[in-house]
């Protein structure tokens, strides 16, 4: 059975450019959560769409946006990139909508630099 | 607030050794859940633990072993006879009413040949 796929793994922009990274569940999975790692700041969680509507959100600019397409796959943007936006951005996916008590099933990441 | 606190940036032992691991946990919400992830130098986290409120039982599994203690709001984590394949960074985390995860800022273990 697949496990998380988030592509791409690694991308450079510039800043004030957007982006939009991807994330596809596995299978039969509804529910996917993005979290930003820095060294700074930690794991620090985006928000979380189950079957297509955004059902938490995290203390992020509005800059950071997400969504859900109906076969699962989630793709998050980042509109007007700062420096600061440099992490590893981590995707989770879980069967049910309770994903954060159940535990999630992580994909290996996309690390985004902004120079 | 939640929180979590992982005191413990960063640990090295020798190989063989134990280790254990601190967490110590802030929650107002009397249901909650205690995870351990482990992230490999790959990047993606991987699950170890899930430990709800109200269970206290310690568990072990292989060389893994959970301490949960609701008194003093920890969750430690031991590995017996480590091996180098145990480095790694180490976090704890909780999910409460919100049913969002906080995790704690994590601890890079160095296992040593």
């Known amino acids: 059975k697949a496990g998380v796929t988030q592509t791409p793994r690694y991308l450079i922009k510039t800043r004030g450019q957007q982006v939009t990274l991807s994330c596809s569940p596995i299978s039969g999975h509804r529910s996917v959560s993005w979290y930003q790692q820095t060294p700074g700041q930690g794991l620090q969680f985006l928000f979380e769409?189950?079957?297509?509507?955004?059902?938490n959100k995290g203390n992020f600019p509005g800059r950071f946006s997400g969504r859900q397409f109906s076969n699962s796959r989630s793709e998050m943007n980042v509109s007007t990139l700062e420096l600061g936006d440099s992490a590893l951005y981590l995707c989770?996916?879980?069967?049910?909508?309770?994903?954060?008590?159940?535990?999630?099933?992580f994909g290996s990441g996309t690390r985004l630099t902004v120079v | 607030a939640q929180k979590v606190t992982q005191a413990q940036t960063e640990i090295s032992v020798v190989e063989k050794e134990d280790v254990t691991l601190d967490c110590v946990y802030e929650?107002?919400?009397?249901?909650?859940?205690l995870f351990w992830y482990k992230q490999p130098p790959s990047g993606e986290l991987v699950f170890l633990i899930r430990r709800n409120s109200f269970d206290e039982q310690n568990e072990i599994s292989g060389r893994y072993s959970w301490n949960f203690q609701k008194s003093t709001s920890s969750f430690n984590f031991t590995i017996t006879a480590s091996q180098v394949v145990d480095s790694a960074v180490y976090f704890c985390a909780l999910s409460g009413r919100d049913d969002k995860i906080i995790f704690g800022k994590g601890t890079r273990l160095h296992i040593l040949p």
């Open positions: 769409y189950f079957s297509e509507t955004q059902r």
């Open positions: 929650t107002r919400d009397t249901t909650y859940y």
């Open positions: 989770a996916s879980s069967f049910t909508q309770q994903g954060a008590s159940r535990g999630y099933t």
